[in-house]
């Protein structure tokens, strides 16, 4: 009963104060939100990375380069196809591109599987000479269906003082659909030889791709690398946890960036949530003369903190959801999706969850009790005789 009876009191104190009460709230959401949206977008971004990680192959097979992932002859496929157990091994070249100032990725594999990797609409699948953009990018880049665009540009002499530029002209020959995944927003699509062709690699590829039953995951991988010693094998799993480990890192080192700004922004806390004003020390002076022990203020004061962080998680997580959902991350996104603009020209991945909600009620709840609780304190152990005077 006596515990109701003060959280009677701390309900009618954030009642009776209701300018104060709506400022920290106020304050407490604009400084939440940005914090949970960060946490929604870090969530969706790795769910649908560990989406495109599982439907990916089984096997990536790569070439040791001094410690790294190097080329590897085109020819290997075939002999990879051969292995009991194997489904399908396809050749990729995969690459980073600037195509006019814009950071594209470029992914070249035979043509017979692009039909299988993308859904085109409008054009038709590429043939030599020829690529599949992304609807996004063909937006961005003004490229329609029959539009010619410049690939690997490279300066191949210097005459007369002026470099002399190669470049390679392809034909758009088709747009794919790309609103469902942050991965293909930027990317194009061509068959292997032209990829080939690009980076002048002579029959070498990024990597292949290894498609296997799953009963035999162990016996194929052991079987290639046997075919050589310097092959290097990833597999779906190893992917899996590379995945994990950057976002996880990714998102501790912004969560830790942001409790330094929680820290910094701890002195507004103090100034809004009414530290030091004197009619605040008057009531809870009050309360001491009138036979409140000083647990009992304290306890009062919590429950203030409390009912305001569970006042203002709801709202910041509501008005993340809308940020995020309605507006698709507009302005926020791009500091986590590099190369996008202010407004993404796809659907944010965002996945809110039960964690990202008690996270947002622990740091309201951490904020205002670092805001208030030691002046509370201070104010508690003083004789009410001398904070009235």
Known sequence: MKTMGILTVATANLLRHRLRT??????????????????????????????????????????????????????????????????????RVISRIYVEGRLCVLLGIPLDEIEETVKIIKGELPDDGEIVVGRALAKALGLEVGSNLSLGVRVTAIID???FIMKRVYRVSGIFDTDTSIWSSDLI???????????????????????????????VADTIQQMNAYFRIQSKSIAKQYVKRGFNRKGGIFVLLYTFAFILAIPVMLIVSGTGLTERKKEMAILK?????????????????????????????????????????????????????????????????????????????????????????????????????
């Open 22 to 91: 709506f400022v920290v709230v106020i304050c407490l959401v604009v400084i939440i939100t940005p914090f949970v949206s960060a946490l929604a977008l870090l969530e969706g971004i790795k769910k649908e990375a560990m989406i495109s990680v599982q439907e990916g192959a089984d096997l990536y097979v790569t070439m040791d380069m001094y410690g790294r992932n190097g080329m590897i002859p085109m020819e290997v496929a075939d002999e990879i196809k051969k292995i009991n157990g194997v489904l399908k091994a396809v050749p």
């Open 161 to 163: 003082h002026s470099p």
């Open 289 to 389: 003369a009138t036979g409140w022990q000083t647990d009992e203020v304290l306890q009062m004061a919590f429950f203030e903190n409390t009912i305001i962080a569970l006042i203002s998680a709801p709202a910041s997580v509501l008005i993340s959801y809308i940020w995020l959902k309605l507006f698709n991350g507009a302005f926020i996104a791009q500091m986590f999706i590099a190369e996008i603009e202010n407004i993404a020209p796809f659907r944010i991945p965002v996945q809110f969850t039960f964690g990202t909600f008690l996270m947002a009620i622990f740091f309201s709840l951490i904020f205002t009790l670092v805001g208030s609780i030691y002046s509370t304190w201070r104010t508690a152990t003083t004789p009410p005789a001398e904070v009235l005077r």
């Open 189 to 219: 699509l061509t068959g292997i030889d032209d990829a080939i062709s690009i980076y002048e690699m002579e029959d070498f590829v990024s990597d292949i791709a290894v498609y296997v039953a799953p009963s035999r995951l162990q016996d």
